[in-house]
């Protein structure tokens, strides 16, 4: 069976700039393939999505014509997916076919065809919280300073980013404390540099802290995960929304038109060497 969508050239171009950092370099988790982008289609709209199970990108955007009301899911290869984007116009349109477990791509400048990655792709959409306790809007170029600021060494590595540090951040009235300090290692000498602090404007605090209170959540965080997740939004502002130590952090842009979601697992506090997953 043919199915057959059409979608403006600069969204799908946005789509996979947007979500193709968060793929994995492993083939599969637990059974599941997360090396290739997500294509989850329905209703008239497209989700491209990518994980490595310890960080989810997607992008959402709606469709130029869609002949097919049911949701349906096709896994391309991320680096055909790179290509095509370098390939085509963002002001032409992008009609994409599937059959027979591949892929077609045609645009008036460029087309392109591959096989499609098989396998289940993990459920992504069950993984976003309904809900979050703390939400902050802050500089995005004020956030990234402070990073920068506050690593001086990247002493963890990992499979999916190599070298990266352990940031720490901490959510207070009206600030965000950025921070490499750590309570189970001794203070170093150059203890100030490591820490930094922003203005930022709290939107949502279910705790609702006083001026006085300094007792959050203390989140553990990849810098190189942040990092990767801050340079794909547009605009001088982020949201960033947040549970607890443990759940996943949200990074989204204040446009609500945007289509842009991030979420990134901590690290466990409790345990430096363990990031913690999303998916098992």
């Known amino acids: 069976m043919e199915d057959k969508i059409t979608i403006e050239g600069r969204k799908f171009i946005r789509g996979i700039e947007k979500v193709a950092y968060a793929t994995s370099k492993r083939k599969e988790s637990a059974g599941k393939p997360i090396s290739g982008i997500c294509l989850s289609i329905g209703g008239g709209r497209i989700d491209f999505v990518a994980t490595d199970i310890y960080r989810l990108a997607i992008y959402s955007a709606k469709l130029v014509k869609d002949a097919v009301l049911k949701r349906r899911m096709y896994i391309v290869p991320v680096e055909a997916a790179r290509e095509l984007a370098n390939k085509i116009s963002k002001d032409e349109n992008l009609e994409i076919t599937v059959q027979d477990n591949k892929i077609t791509f045609n645009s008036p400048s460029y087309s392109l065809t591959c096989d499609l990655i098989q396998g289940k792709f993990p459920s992504y959409y069950k993984v976003i919280p309904r809900s979050f306790n703390i939400e902050l809007k802050a500089p995005k170029g004020k956030l990234s300073e402070a990073i920068r600021n506050v690593v001086k060494e990247r002493l963890y590595r990992s499979e999916e980013v190599g070298s990266y540090e352990r940031i720490k951040i901490i959510p207070q009235k009206n600030k965000l404390v950025v921070s490499t300090l750590s309570s189970d290692q001794p203070l170093p000498t150059d ?38 997740a801050l340079n794909t939004i547009e605009g001088a502002k982020v949201i960033i929304k947040i549970i607890n130590e443990y759940s996943p952090i949200a990074i989204t842009s204040p446009n609500p038109e945007d289509g842009y979601l991030a979420l990134i697992m901590p690290i466990n506090p409790d345990n430096p060497q363990e990031q913690l997953a999303l998916v098992k």
């Open 191 to 228: 203890y100030k540099s490591r820490v930094h602090s922003i203005v930022v404007e709290t939107l949502y605090n279910h705790f609702g802290f006083s001026d006085e209170d300094t007792i959050s959540p203390h989140v553990y965080l990849n810098d190189m995960y942040v990092r990767q």
